[in-house]
């Protein structure tokens, strides 16, 4: 499965979207996987939940939402290697008070670089999702402008 994901990692370059998505059910080995490639790739994979939860949590509650943006692209540089760009727990992206927009997000960084991001959620019927229909954090993304690979 690494040899498949490095390839696709190496091809993906030349599209004006270079995002891959992680997708597979909880415990599959997605952050594994992810783990494998940075090794391979001598990198290490930006941890949100961590990285951005830490810088996030010394700001007051109504700037977290403004700085939250700026914060998140500072990260990217920083752990960008090689135009290649590994993100796993993104959890905090979904918070409802930061008023973001977890997959638009990515996409954004995926204009300028190559960007692996395991994704919290399901591929149904075509669609992303994260979180359950009823769920406050809840969201449902058409596939468009990103490569879905599917761990079992």
Not at 45 to 66: E, S
Not at 96 to 114: T, V
Request: with cysteine; glycine share 8%; aromatic share 4%.
């Amino acid at each position: 499965m690494i040899d498949e994901l490095e390839r696709l990692v190496d091809d993906i370059g030349a599209l004006h979207n270079k995002l891959i998505v992680l997708i597979g059910p909880p415990r599959c080995g997605k952050t594994r996987l992810l783990g494998n490639l940075a090794a391979n790739r001598h990198m290490l994979p930006m941890n949100i939940g961590g990285t951005l939860a830490t810088l996030l949590a010394t700001l007051p509650q109504r700037q977290r939402q403004v700085q939250a943006m700026t914060l998140l692209r500072e990260l990217a540089d920083k752990y960008a290697v090689a135009d290649l760009l590994l993100i796993d727990n993104i959890e905090l992206l979904f918070d409802r008070s930061l008023k973001l927009d977890p997959l638009g997000l990515l996409k954004q960084q995926a204009h300028r670089i190559r960007v692996v991001a395991v994704w919290p959620g399901e591929l149904r019927e075509g669609r992303l999702t994260y979180g359950e229909m009823e769920h406050p954090e809840h969201q449902d993304y058409s596939t468009e402008g990103l490569v879905p690979f599917e761990i079992q």
